[in-house]
């Protein structure tokens, strides 16, 4: 028997309380039934989201929330501002030529944050921008963009939309949906919220319904409009996903529990004490600029191959951890504090790391990072 372990950035563990509320039977979706349920989902997302705009609920992927991120908001020409400085800023790109829109693009080489100087001197050179797309954690390079102080910038620029793709941020990261100006933050079920895959979450504030109104392209599942309407009937579009919002309440329950405050500085506590474990068995980090708390980004020692790393914590241990995307793949490996995670499974993540390691011939003593991460997760 190999023991299992899920230390991927997404999917992420679920919470026996969350599978357990998933396993009972299937309400109807226009029933009384259900309608406190989206209710109590609804208002606890905000809660989340610490914003007063609806965050709507969507049966998709995280990608399906950016989608209709784009094509609810803007029309084919305008001209928008990518940060991509990985493989989901290449993804905003993407989705944005796919609707025809102009995308002007920073890229931000990877390993690094954007410097948020750039985005004011790109937006002081072209009113004519109308949207800013980036990362609140881009999760292929591990590394946190200074969504703070990019909303300040964005809000000087007029209608200007601020698009923040969350979805590995939520929950790992304290992100001020209204203070700090995001207009639009899209969040999914299998990363920080502790459920399975299958919804996402979309935030929009009342300037970019403004915008909403305006746009004309073309859209039928993901209408945003639509599904505002029917959330204030405590309902969606269409077929609610019932199991995963019965679970998504008992998530949000768990994280009201523990509260907001609490959640951020756990994510905090284990990202800080795996980056230093790694650190002291002589490895570096991948990110130059701010790291992101949700996932940690290694780089593999020289003359050992990464995805060889990742390969055999999962075969030779049972743990799923994550290997590098594209120009980073072999040289880097990933490893997830994020959602259902806590000290021992910073413990485990790095004794598999150095049990890995040292079986690839890296002169490592085991217990090394071990021991520094015991000394910072002590309670
Ligand atoms: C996981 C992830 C996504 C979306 O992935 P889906 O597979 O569509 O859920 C988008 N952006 C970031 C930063 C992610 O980590």
Redesign the pocket.
Known sequence: MLKRYLLA??PTPVPSEVLLSMAAPIIHHRSPDFLPVLDSAKKGLQWLYQTKNEVLILSS????G?VGSVNNFFNKGDKVLVINGGK?GE?WTKICQAYGLAVEEIIVEWGYSVRPEDVEEKLKKDKGIKGVFV?A???STGVYHDIKNLGSIVKKHGDTLFIV?A??ALVAHDLKTDEWGIDIMVG?S??GVMLP?GIAFVSVSEKAWAKAETSKMPRFYFNFRKERENLAKNQTNFTSPVTLIIGLNESLRMLQAEGLENVFRRHEMLADATRKAVRAIGLELYPKGSPSNSVTAIMTPPGIDGQAVYKNLREKYGITAAGGQDKAKGKIFRIAHLGYSDRFDVIIAIAGIEMVLKGMGYPVKLGTGVAVAQELLMV
């Open positions: 950035p997404g992927t995280g990608t399906g950016m989901f993804r990362q954690s881009e999760t793709d979805i590995s999914g299998q990363k895959p």
